[in-house]
């Protein structure tokens, strides 16, 4: 199913940061960098939205973005998210459309919040998009380091190296 899902939606692989993707959406209208805060270093598009679409051999590489960014579930088996926040603490979240069980379909992952995510185990894909505002730059984009990662927040290491590649 998901190699259909990839044709028919014209996925690519996203290899920076794992699974695959379509950018659906760049918002025509941008922010001038004096109106945006002293990090960016350029004009952002107002929003950008793409498909994501992750396997049981693909993840989302822990990373952060100086934007917020929504998670919509649309299709398939549950989503496990890793969020590390500024203050040291953290929050597994589940992603899927199951509501009986406490998931949720939709999810805002605050700007400065390192993320990370992974099917739940036994799962066979999942299709969400994400919306981001301002737009999503690479120039906002980083992928976290696993050593500094698992120093910072150590009650999380296996998920983090579950999440991250290997620190050279």
Not at 10 to 37: C, D, M, N, Q
Not at 142 to 148: C, I, K, N, P, S
Request: glycine share 10%; charged share 20%.
């Amino acid at each position: 199913m998901a190699a259909q899902i990839i044709e028919r939606l014209k996925l690519v692989p996203l290899t920076i940061e794992g699974g695959y993707f379509r950018e659906t959406y760049r918002a025509e209208l941008s922010v001038p960098v004096g109106a945006l805060p002293s990090d960016y270093k350029g004009d952002r598009n107002v929003s950008t939205a793409i498909y994501y679409l992750l396997t049981p051999e693909t993840f989302s590489a822990i990373h952060i973005v100086k934007s917020d960014e929504v998670f919509h579930f649309y299709a398939g088996d549950p989503i496990e998210m890793l969020q590390l926040w500024p203050d040291g603490s953290a929050r597994v979240m589940i992603i899927s459309n199951d509501l009986a069980a406490g998931h949720e379909p939709q999810l805002v992952v605050p700007a400065g919040v390192w993320q990370g995510c992974r099917l739940v185990r036994g799962g066979e894909w999942a299709l969400m998009g994400c919306t981001v505002a301002p737009g999503f730059d690479y120039a906002d984009f980083a992928l976290g380091d696993r050593t500094e990662l698992i120093a910072s927040y150590p009650g999380h290491t296996g998920m983090i190296e579950a999440l991250t590649k290997k620190s050279s």
